[in-house]
């Protein structure tokens, strides 16, 4: 470590890190065309390495021993009962028959009545409109009972997200010894792409509903916890002293201080907790979690883009419903706390009463009577729809498909695959020592050696090649994020029309679970490589567009003043002037953008991608390629980690040479 440090340090006074940068991809060129196809580590697809099937004999075991161990007969089985049963109880209330009634508990009557009983209570009357017509739309779709299936396993993972995320949250945002220590963790938990605990959990939880929750739970609790602390360290110390000096006791302080003046923020991390379960459990799919997401999954599989479409749709209205009754709920808080009371308590309570009480009638109804239970057969509009959605798909197909392989030969032949021979064909150790060298230049001493020892994992693991093709579909992917980034950003930054014309559309996408992105683009492309990058683009650019929009609104008005006055055009102001000040923002784009797209570019594996992501549905599907699978989960996640620490040495250099004034020459 001592020997890169002093590497580092002498890089650091050469007068251009770009020059340098230059020369290594040079260095890299002359050597891929002297050297290239040697050591390159191939290995087919259904070829294991020992190491493989040492991981799948251990998996045997931990399945054999399943019933025998007292770690799972005293601790993990009845953490699996319990969830089980969790989902199951949901499930019997508003999806499944139960308790040897035909129908659930609550029918489509009840289900539509308390939604949106919950949704005019929190939010206003214009989501309970919204919270009753999408509720409608799942039954309209023929999807009643998958779509009430999805919402029982995103309200369970909530639910204990939730009880586990601000307990934690609020232990976070009052103590700073365990704001270092679970930080790491959290950071962890949200760099590993979503596709890859998958694997793992089930050896533990089997497949099905418990393994589904745990996945959800590990992808919904940071937001939880990052969000309610956050909240609890945003009240003012002036409010905490004020009530110290009336006498109140932390646990006082906390209750009636911290927690009534975090409640809005709070309240905003219950609704990204929402969301991310939600594309969790779209995705768990997988593992047979029930629901939307499997039909989904089946569709993706079988090519059926209008079933796809259709379950897709009933998807993006349930993370819509939710996310704006959510979003109400916080307006409303903000809105009562600014206002006093924005009415009289006794009103409250009529209120309050009176739609429960409309609830709790229409609620009985649909337990009662089989035509309140069962969503009506007639008004099925699910089949129009998937025949429309086949039949767009296939006009665009004939109608565009000039211009889409047009785009897709261009990017494919003249970025993509000249970038994956070059990774795939160099010698491994040439691409270690090009990675390492690189990770020096843009990043930092510590992020040269995590790379070193990620790519050692990478080779280790056996999975060389395939993780070499899915870097380079992930920086391709990148890259032309950061290029729509910079576009959209930019303009965003410098137009507040822009701003209020493209920020809906941001905020909608970035809604949607990641699962949708695959349909219509598996519609235009078809299944292929590409149709992942394109799916990973689409799903990476709404943070890279807002993350550079606020860069450049963080520049100085003085500074753009005065180069304006100098006789700045608008191209020299952007280039020489907005986009240096705002490099720091860029670069954290360009981090966000990269972990967005890894996690995106594997999923793509269900779609023709091929490489890790392959790999790692195949681990699902054939008992024999499962230790396989594991590994390329593993690989996955080392990639994740090694590409997170590059970004984040290069975000840290980056604001360091904003502060300190560093011209943008890299020197």
């Known amino acids: ?188 938990m949200q760099t590993m792409p979503t596709f890859v605990y998958l694997a793992p959990l089930t050896l533990f939880f089997l497949i099905g509903p418990a393994s589904a929750t745990v996945a959800t739970m590990i992808y919904a609790v940071p937001p939880a916890i990052r969000i309610t602390a956050h909240g609890i360290r945003q009240v003012s110390p002036e409010t905490m002293e004020a009530g110290t000096s009336l006498g109140a006791t932390p646990m006082q302080a906390l209750r009636h201080v911290r927690l009534p003046m975090a409640k809005q923020t709070i309240i905003v991390g219950v609704n990204q907790t929402i969301m991310a379960a939600l594309s969790m459990a779209t995705i768990a799919a997988l593992i047979d979690a029930p629901g939307l997401g499997k039909t989904v999954l089946k569709a993706l599989q079988t090519l059926d883009v209008g079933t796809a479409f259709n379950a897709g749709l009933a998807i993006v209205i349930m993370a819509v419903v939710l996310d704006r009754v959510t979003s109400a709920a916080s307006r409303r808080v903000e809105d009562e706390r600014r206002a ?59 109608s565009l498909v000039t211009y889409t392989n047009a785009l897709k030969n261009a990017l494919t032949n003249g970025l993509l695959n000249p970038f994956e021979a070059l990774l795939t064909g160099s010698p491994w150790w040439l691409v270690g020592l090009v990675a390492v060298a690189v990770a020096l230049l843009v990043g930092s001493a510590r992020a040269a050696l995590v790379t070193a020892i990620g790519l050692l994992m990478v080779l280790a693991l056996g999975l060389w090649q395939d993780s070499m093709v899915t870097l380079a579909s992930t920086l391709v992917a990148t890259i032309l994020v950061m290029v729509l980034g910079v576009v959209a950003g930019v303009w965003m930054g410098r137009s507040d029309r822009a701003d209020t014309l493209l920020r809906p559309v941001l905020d909608a996408g970035q809604t949607m679970p990641a699962f949708v992105y695959l349909v219509p683009i598996l519609g235009l492309f078809g299944p292929t490589r590409f149709t992942a990058i394109i799916a990973a683009v689409v799903f990476a650019a709404p943070v890279a567009i807002k993350l550079v929009a606020e860069g450049i609104r963080r520049v100085s008005p003085t500074t753009v003043e005065a180069a304006t006055s100098a006789g700045a055009g608008t191209w020299q102001l952007i280039s020489k002037v907005q986009l240096p000040m705002a490099r720091s923002g860029v670069t954290l784009a360009a981090s966000q953008g990269l972990i967005y797209v890894l996690s995106m570019v594997v999923v793509g594996g269900l779609v023709g991608a091929g490489a890790l992501g392959y790999d790692v549905v195949a681990g699902f599907s054939q008992h024999e390629l499962r230790g396989k699978g594991l590994a390329a989960g593993i690989a996955i996640v080392v990639l994740g980690i090694v590409l997170d620490r590059v970004m984040r040495a290069a975000t840290q250099r980056a604001d360091a040479a904003v502060r300190g004034g560093l011209p943008h020459t890299g020197k």
């Open 1 to 188: 470590m001592a020997a890169v440090t002093a590497v580092a340090a002498k890089l650091h006074r050469l007068p251009d890190r770009r020059l340098l940068l230059a020369l290594v991809i040079a260095a890299w060129v002359v050597g891929w065309a002297v050297l290239g196809g040697r050591d390159t580590q191939q290995l087919g697809g259904a070829e294991l390495t020992p190491l493989h099937r040492d991981l799948s004999q251990a998996m045997d075991v931990i399945d054999d021993s399943r019933n025998s161990n007292p770690f799972f007969l005293y601790f993990i089985n009845y953490i699996r009962l319990f969830l089980d049963d969790a989902v199951t109880f949901v499930q019997a209330l508003i999806s499944q028959p139960s308790f040897g009634r035909p129908v659930p508990v609550l029918g489509w009557l009840g289900v539509v009545a308390i939604a949106t009983a919950v949704a005019l209570l929190y939010g206003n009357r214009k989501v309970a409109v919204l919270t009753a017509a999408g509720f409608l739309s799942f039954g309209l779709l023929g999807l009643w009972q998958e779509s009430m299936d999805t919402l029982a396993l995103t309200l369970t993972a909530v639910a204990l997200s939730l009880a586990v995320g601000i307990p934690l949250g609020i232990w976070a945002g009052l103590s700073d010894r365990f704001l270092r220590v679970v930080t790491p963790v959290l950071d962890f």
């Open 340 to 398: 006093g009371r924005l009415r009289s308590a006794r009103w409250r309570r009529i209120e309050v009463t009176g739609v429960l009480g409309i609830a709790a009638v229409l609620a009985y109804q649909s337990y009662t009577y089989l035509w309140a239970a069962d969503f009506p057969i007639e008004a099925n509009i699910g089949s129009y729809v998937r025949t429309a959605a086949d039949t767009a798909s296939a006009w665009v197909q004939d």
